[in-house]
């Protein structure tokens, strides 16, 4: 078997012919709408995070907006999304912080984002890999994890040593790319409970194929 970086860029040939349309699925017209829907997505759907924001997003259009917005109103304005009391809690401290800290404007740096309350180290990286266009690393949701494991390209469980290894092997022009790739084929192929190894063009490199 080849090493995992050889394998690695085979699986990056392969996944971005067979999903050309990969990329955020979450709408957002500017950094401050992407930060808000990935808190949002915790636990959800991008789908139904996009239905809510469709409204959301006209009526809050600037950290102010969001920093002055009374609680409970804002809570059922994301009801929803599920877990809406804590995500409201994080999504109106995290304006407040925007304003304080950062003239209302959503910093581009991972040191600045993770100091955002509500905001850790992956919603940190898809605002940056997809809002700004700033490949500072990986997102390693639970397709990442699994998938990544299931190559072999890593041991690890913890998303943030999963993420380490895979900045390893992954170039780093690709890295907001490559979670994207993961979850369309997590989606099809590779799914949790039973992942279909038959019809799965990436089965030659695979030490999990079970075909
Ligand atoms: S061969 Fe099976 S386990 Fe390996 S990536 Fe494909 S579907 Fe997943």
């Known amino acids: 078997m080849k090493t995992p970086k050889e394998r690695s860029k085979q699986v990056l040939r392969i996944l ?77 401290s995290m304006a407040q912080a925007l304003v304080e800290d950062h003239d209302g404007e959503v910093p581009d740096s991972m040191e600045a984002l993770v100091k955002l309350p509500g905001v850790g180290r992956k919603t940190a990286n898809v605002v940056l890999g997809n809002a700004f266009g700033i490949n500072a690393g990986i997102v390693v949701d639970t397709h990442v994890k699994r998938i990544s494991n299931r190559l072999l390209f890593t041991k690890n469980q913890d998303p943030n040593k999963i993420e380490k290894d895979l900045i390893e092997l992954v170039p780093k022009k690709e890295w907001t790319l490559w979670p994207h790739l993961l979850i369309h084929f997590g989606r099809e192929i590779c799914q949790a409970r039973k992942p279909k190894c038959e019809d799965c063009p990436l089965a030659k490199l695979c030490p999990s194929a079970t075909t």
Not at 44 to 64: G, H, I, M, P, Q
Request: with cysteine; aromatic share 10%.
């Open 16 to 92: 971005k012919k067979r999903y050309p349309q990969a990329g955020c699925s979450l709408l957002h017209a500017d950094p401050l709408e992407l930060l808000v829907a990935t808190i949002l997505s915790a636990q959800c759907t991008d789908k139904r995070v996009n239905e809510v924001t469709k409204t959301l997003f006209k009526k809050y259009r600037s950290a102010e907006d969001y920093s002055n917005a009374d609680i409970a109103t804002f809570e059922n304005e994301i009801r929803s999304t599920g877990f809406f009391r804590n995500k409201a809690k994080s999504i109106l």
